[in-house]
């Protein structure tokens, strides 16, 4: 006797769209950062959750509403994250708020590791604009902290040296970001956030110092 599948498989869970929508949400999350950004697809969320298609677009009408979703939201996680770690910086910065600053955004990458890799680990073009977007924020955000730090520290020239002090200062978060990522895929336990944060964190501040 040949056995209908359809009809064999246990019924999901009737969530309705809205409480489906962060499930699909994870999944394309876990697919994006695992397999790719190109590996989202309707079928593969719906076998991620183990539930049909018909589910998933009861939600979603396709793939690139689910990805525009994604990145809206892992965005915004983002710009949380890095706004309350840049919130609290002094004009007057000794070594230790830039040292707590990177060790913060790096307990962050750590608490999330998916979000930040579908960020910097992925080169998909809607990626890549997100990051593009992201980044110029941070760099605004990181220009008006230092700008008076600059001054307070009788910085010589500091109107001309501001940007590229700042992309110093974003580009080296961007490498500690990477090299915790690239630490915890390989299972290399000889950085923790807090050790690593510490590391940069005084090596920004120095180069900030004596610019």
């Not at 949380?80 to 910086?89: A, D, F």
């Not at 590791?113 to 680990?121: D, E, I, K």
């Not at 307070?152 to 080296?172: C, H, I, M, Q, Y």
Request: glycine share 8%; charged share 25%.
């Amino acid at each position: 006797m040949t056995v209908d599948r359809r009809t064999s498989r246990a019924r999901a869970p009737h969530l309705g769209p809205g409480r489906r929508r962060p499930q699909i949400l994870d999944a394309a999350l876990e697919i994006a950062s695992r397999d790719g950004i190109s590996s989202v697809t309707m079928a593969a969320v719906a076998s991620a959750l183990d539930v049909t298609r018909p589910v998933v677009y009861a939600a979603y009408s396709g793939r690139s509403e689910i990805l525009r979703a994604l990145i809206e939201r892992e965005e915004h996680y983002l710009g949380e994250s890095l706004s309350s770690i840049l919130r609290n910086r002094r004009v007057d910065a000794t070594e230790s708020v830039f040292v707590e600053g990177f060790q913060s955004l790096l307990e962050a990458v750590d608490a999330r590791p998916q979000s930040w890799r579908l960020l910097y680990g992925n080169p998909d073009a809607e990626v890549t604009d997100l990051f593009g977007r992201g980044r110029a924020i941070v760099l605004a955000r990181c220009c008006d902290l230092l700008r008076p730090t600059l001054d307070a520290w009788g910085t010589e020239d500091a109107v001309r040296k501001l940007p590229a002090l700042v992309e110093f200062w974003v580009s080296s978060g961007e490498g500690a970001v990477r090299t915790l990522l690239e630490s915890r895929e390989a299972g290399d336990e000889r950085w923790t956030p807090h050790d690593l944060g510490a590391f940069v964190g005084a090596a920004v501040y120095r180069g900030l110092r004596d610019a």
